[in-house]
C-alpha cells in the first residue's frame, strides 16, 4: 500500500553533533521528496527537497541523500545547534495521489542537548 | 505578499457545536490542502480542494466533516456537531500548481487549534 515510514521517532544528539533522519517509501515512481521543520506550536516549513534526478543535495548544514534503488531518502544535519530542536517531517509521493499529493511521514522530534 | 492565513488561531467549543475553520491561500495559489494534527503525532492528510472543486476527499471523515473552495473567499473546513476527538490542530496548505509532479512547495498557515469540551 501507500505508505512513507519515518525513523527515528525521537533523536536526541549532542550539540554539535550529527543527526541523521531516514524515510522509506513503498512507490518506485516517486520522484520528488521535501522535508518540513515544525518547531513548537508552529506551522511546518520546507528546509530542503530533492528530486529523483539527483542523489544529493546539500544546504550549508543541511544535506539530503536519496537511494531511489532501495527506496529510501534520509536528512543529515551537521554541527547540529539549539535552534535545530524540532519535529521534522519527510513527505513522497505515493500510490493512488501520487500524480498530486504527498503521504508523509510520521515525524521524527529532534532534541540537541547542550 | 502575506502567507497563508488561517482563523481563527484558537477555537473553543462544546460538544455538538459546529466548527468553521478558515483558509486564505497565499496570492495566486488555487490549491488547497487540509491536514489534521494530534498532539505528538504527524499530519495527516485530510482533504485537496482547487477553486470550486473537491479534488480528493479520501482522508476526511465521511460524516460531519465538510470542506470547500469557493471561486470567491477563504476554503472552509467544517466540522459538525462536534466530538472531543477532534480537538486537534488543523492546518492548511496552499501551493500555486499541484504538489506533484511538478514539485511545488505546499506552504502551511499557522493552524487552528481545535478544543472540543
Known amino acids: 500500500g501507500e505508505n512513507v515510514e519515518q525513523h527515528p521517532s525521537t533523536l536526541s544528539v549532542q550539540e554539535g553533533d550529527s543527526a541523521v533522519i531516514k524515510c522509506t517509501y513503498s512507490d518506485s515512481a516517486s520522484n520528488y521528496f521535501p522535508w518540513y521543520k515544525q518547531e513548537l506550536g508552529k506551522r511546518p516549513q520546507l528546509i530542503i527537497d530533492?528530486?529523483?534526478n539527483v542523489g544529493e543535495k546539500k544546504d550549508q548544514r543541511i544535506a539530503v541523500t536519496l537511494n531511489k534503488t532501495a527506496k529510501h531518502f534520509s536528512l543529515h544535519i551537521t554541527e547540529t545547534q539549539p535552534e535545530d530542536s524540532a519535529v521534522y517531517f519527510c513527505a513522497a509521493p505515493v500510490g493512488f495521489r501520487s500524480n498530486y499529493q504527498l503521504i508523509w511521514g510520521a515525524g521524527t522530534k529532534l532534541i540537541i542537548k547542550p | 505578499n502575506a502567507g497563508v492565513m488561517q482563523n481563527p488561531r484558537h477555537l473553543v467549543r462544546r460538544r455538538g457545536q459546529e466548527a468553521r475553520l478558515r483558509c486564505s491561500p497565499m496570492?495566486?495559489?488555487?490549491?488547497v490542502y487540509w491536514y489534521r494534527q494530534l498532539p505528538e503525532e504527524g499530519l495527516k492528510f485530510m482533504v485537496y480542494l482547487q477553486k470550486e472543486n473537491i479534488i480528493d476527499e479520501s482522508g476526511m471523515p465521511k460524516e460531519r466533516f465538510s470542506a470547500e473552495f469557493p471561486k470567491e473567499g477563504p476554503s472552509i473546513l467544517r466540522i459538525q456537531q462536534v466530538v472531543r476527538g477532534d480537538s486537534a490542530a488543523y492546518f492548511c496548505?496552499?501551493?500555486?500548481?499541484?504538489?506533484?509532479?511538478?514539485?511545488?512547495?505546499?506552504?502551511f498557515g499557522p493552524g487552528t487549534r481545535l478544543t472540543v469540551l
Open positions: 496548505a496552499s501551493s500555486p500548481l499541484a504538489t506533484v509532479p511538478l514539485n511545488n512547495e505546499q506552504f
Open positions: 530533492i528530486r529523483s
Open positions: 496570492k495566486g495559489h488555487s490549491h
